[in-house]
């Protein structure tokens, strides 16, 4: 079995961009966004309600759409697709101004993310923060409070707002403004487009063409990051007994979808293997995944209701249990 350094080499040989696949991914997703977005406004009226109908449709689709093009978006960020292209500069610059997600802020927490993974004393930059059951349990009331409200299940719902909105935009600018000015810039063009849809094209228009596909995408980005984290079975080490190749194999999940689900959001189930070479397309993951086996038997969470209610119990990590646990388990283990 290759462990360490052995096994990222043996990852190497699928860290090759096909640099036309990177093309027809981008151009193929951007042409169904787009069409999918005009589709929320110019449906055709084919007797009314069925007309609603597929307006509504369109605007559910334009949010798969915009997740996968932010996952597609996600790779070219890590420098793994398109490098050197000036169009791809230009189209995922203006993706991620319009996802409300500024580059000064995304590519500096995501990068700190991927190098600090499952370390329990690291900065929660760009992760969802973990306490060990101790450090919750001496924590003051309103630390508590902001922990958990940070995990709770209402700030995925809401995490246009809450995430994306406030965490990319907001606090950033207001712990750095000189360094993250662009968080203005794209939060002025953001209510500007709203306000331009809403003005032109009616309060329905905005809703399906502006807030709906925005509110989907971001509440199903935002859970997926925490659950392929945050699962039953995932490890997280103190920083001396932390190492890149465990973080990714034990701490990151791999989410088996159907095929649609795994198209609509380009292979991020397979997450371990991105996080153990994040120089892999996206499209050679599972690739990656069949060539290799010790890549073959990782943690594993799902998009049931089973599988997310499971997820989102988990509260605290517990070095004794070797585990995260939720509030049943304090509890029964505070009694023993």
Not at 27 to 49: A, E, N, R
Request: proline share 4%; hydrophobic share 45%.
């Amino acid at each position: 079995m290759r462990t360490g350094k052995e096994l990222i080499l043996a990852t190497k040989a699928f860290a090759k961009e096909i640099r036309w696949k990177s093309w027809y991914c981008t151009i193929t997703t951007l042409f169904l966004l787009v069409g999918s977005l005009l589709g929320t406004i110019y449906f055709p009226v084919i007797g009314g309600v069925s007309a609603i109908f597929g307006r509504i449709a369109c605007s559910v689709f334009a949010a798969m759409m915009l997740s996968r093009f932010f996952i597609i978006f996600h790779d070219y960020q890590h420098h793994t697709i398109l490098r050197s292209s000036k169009l791809a500069e230009v189209i995922f610059t203006v993706f991620g101004a319009y996802m409300i997600t500024p580059p000064s802020i995304w590519k500096r927490s995501h990068d700190h993310h991927h190098n600090n993974n499952a370390k329990l004393y690291s900065a929660s930059i760009g992760s969802y923060p973990v306490m060990t059951r101790q450090k919750f349990m001496e924590a003051t009331k309103s630390e508590r409070f902001g922990y958990l409200a940070i995990r709770h299940p209402l700030n995925m719902f809401l995490a246009y707002f809450t995430t994306f909105m406030y965490g990319m935009c907001i606090q950033s600018l207001t712990n750095n403004f000189r360094k993250h000015w662009d968080s203005l810039v794209v939060l002025i063009l953001h209510f500007a487009l709203g306000i331009y849809l809403f003005v032109h094209f009616g309060a329905l228009a905005w809703f399906l063409t502006f807030f709906l596909p925005f509110f989907l995408s971001h509440m199903l980005g935002s859970y997926l990051f925490y659950a392929q984290h945050n699962f039953p079975g995932a490890r997280y080490r103190n920083n001396t007994e932390w190492n890149y190749v465990d973080a990714a194999l034990e701490s990151s999940s791999y989410m088996p979808m159907n095929p649609f689900m795994q198209w609509v959001t380009a292979n991020i189930g397979f997450h371990h293997i991105h996080h153990l070479n994040s120089k892999i397309p996206f499209y050679r993951l599972p690739e990656a995944m069949a060539a290799i086996p010790e890549l073959q038997q990782p943690g594993v969470t799902r998009l049931t209701v089973k599988d997310i209610i499971a997820c989102l119990r988990l509260k605290v990590w517990d070095p004794e249990l070797n585990k995260m646990i939720g509030y049943d388990e304090m509890e029964a283990t505070a009694r023993g």
